[in-house]
């Protein structure tokens, strides 16, 4: 038995407010199914296929290809969309997918992630849609008098929480976000009340886990995770945009694409997942297949009094240090961070100037510039020391901050802590819903 394990496909995403941004998630969606679902091998429309994290080429077929077998069905571990709200551009990249799949006879198994969860007022999510047009299994258990209950999928609703194919028995769950330490037991003990004797169970589940976080909401415990090793032969993980792997038994592939810069370092990609007759579990994380480079440069205003100095250096490092678009690839998207202490006011940044000749430069898709230096007026009243990190000043500056208003006297550093938590989650273009979420929660605790 083989099968397909990917997750946060983020189909619809509009990195950056660019046009080209939805094309680029679906051309690296539909490339890992060609390759790794259909075993086809790697084509050249819409840009030059390569690793994932490293950009160059890797070896075809991958280890576990089978051949030319195709896998069984393919597993997707929450966050398929975006958004909740699905423009017509994303639906029919979806159903041109997923209709593949059809095509080719195999089933793809999902579940919501907090991307794409249905609204909780209403019965209706494009996902349940997908289901209902037969182009994939929502699994979704039900909650009755606050337990976990799994009923069995039924083609002529479309509905269930764990399906059956061949030696197989997938079991889905719900979003549960920083519920997630209460109700793994519950979840643990209604998958164990629905095992099928001799069959190889498999949950898919949408969370962060406890060492391998990238999101301030509190996550999974080890010790929670755990648990469902009662019960599971296979966890297949989503959320985390990075890939891990815990005791050959637990697998989170990372995100298909970069939905944010800050990921680009990341490993991510899919699993081909064998399973042999005594249901061993052999697999092979792939991330060879189509991708937009990244590339992000840290530039040192300290010692520059002036900005018309601070371009003409910065440029000159753009041009040493730069990846230049390539004929036949994809074009870059670049970040530039300036850092250090200002010598003066951020108002004379020369910004476009900066960012109109990195783009001739090196023919880059989109240049971003992020300024993360620290203003001359703070760096004036703060005693910046010289060996002192950026991370320690701007605490040092929160911390100030909150002092002044008496209302946090008796707890400055638990509300310093949620600034600076609800802060990273703005810059990595965390939804306002997540960012209320992390607030609201580490507020009832001050």
């Known amino acids: 038995m083989r099968f397909l394990h990917i997750a946060d496909v983020h189909l619809g995403c509009t990195r950056y407010q660019l046009a080209e941004s939805p094309r680029d998630f679906f051309d690296a969606w539909i490339d ?40 069984d069905f393919v597993i997707m571990c929450g966050d398929f969309f975006h958004k909740k709200a699905v423009p017509p551009e994303t639906m029919n990249y979806a159903v041109e997918g997923l209709g593949l799949l059809r095509e080719h006879g195999i089933p793809v198994i999902t579940i919501e992630g907090n991307h794409d969860q249905h609204y909780n007022d209403s019965d ?7 289901a209902n047009w037969n182009f994939v299994h929502l699994l979704e258990p039900q909650i009755q008098e606050g337990e976990i209950v799994y009923s069995e999928w039924d083609e002529a609703t479309k509905r269930g929480g764990y399906i059956d194919i061949g030696r197989a028995r997938i079991f889905g769950s719900h979003w549960y976000g920083a519920a997630g330490n209460i109700a793994i037991p519950k979840l643990t003990e209604a998958i164990r009340g629905n095992r099928r004797e001799g069959a190889f169970h ?84 792939v991330t060879d297949y189509h991708h937009r480079p990244f590339q992000r440069l840290t530039f040192d205003v300290t010692r520059f009094a002036d900005s018309k100095s601070l371009t003409r250096a910065l440029l000159e490092d753009v041009r040493l240090k730069a990846r230049v678009a390539e004929v036949g690839k994809p074009a ?54 010289e060996d002192e990190g950026r991370e320690h000043i701007e605490r040092r500056v929160v911390d100030l901050i909150v002092a002044k208003d008496k209302r946090f006297k008796t707890n400055a550093e638990a509300i310093s802590d949620t600034v600076l938590g609800a802060k990273r989650m703005a810059l990595s273009d965390d939804e306002p819903e997540k960012i209320a979420e992390f607030i609201s929660i580490h507020a009832a605790k001050t």
């Open 124 to 130: 209706y999510s494009w996902l349940r849609s997908l």
């Open 202 to 285: 498999i949950l898919l589940l949408h969370t962060d886990v406890e060492g391998h976080q990238m999101h301030p909401i509190p996550a999974l415990t080890i010790d929670s995770l755990n648990k469902l090793k009662e019960v599971t032969d296979y966890v297949g993980l989503g959320h985390t945009h990075m890939h891990y792997e815990i005791d050959n038994w637990a697998f989170n592939p990372g995100s298909i694409e970069v939905t944010n810069i800050t990921e680009y370092r990341e490993t991510r990609g899919a699993f081909i997942v064998e399973i042999a007759d005594d249901n061993s579990v052999s697999t092979e994380h």
């Open 332 to 385: 870059p998207i670049i970040e530039i961070a300036l850092t250090g202490q200002l010598g003066f006011p951020n108002s004379l940044l020369e910004m476009k100037q900066i960012r109109d000749e990195t783009m001739k430069i090196t023919g880059a898709l989109h240049v971003r510039i992020k300024n993360l230096s620290i203003p001359v007026e703070i760096g004036d009243t703060t005693e910046t020391g």
């Open 32 to 71: 890992v199914l060609r390759r790794y679902a259909l075993s086809e091998p790697p084509a050249s429309a819409g840009g030059q296929p390569g690793n994932a994290e490293t950009g160059e080429s890797t070896n075809w077929p991958p280890a576990n290809a089978g051949g030319s077998d195709k896998v």
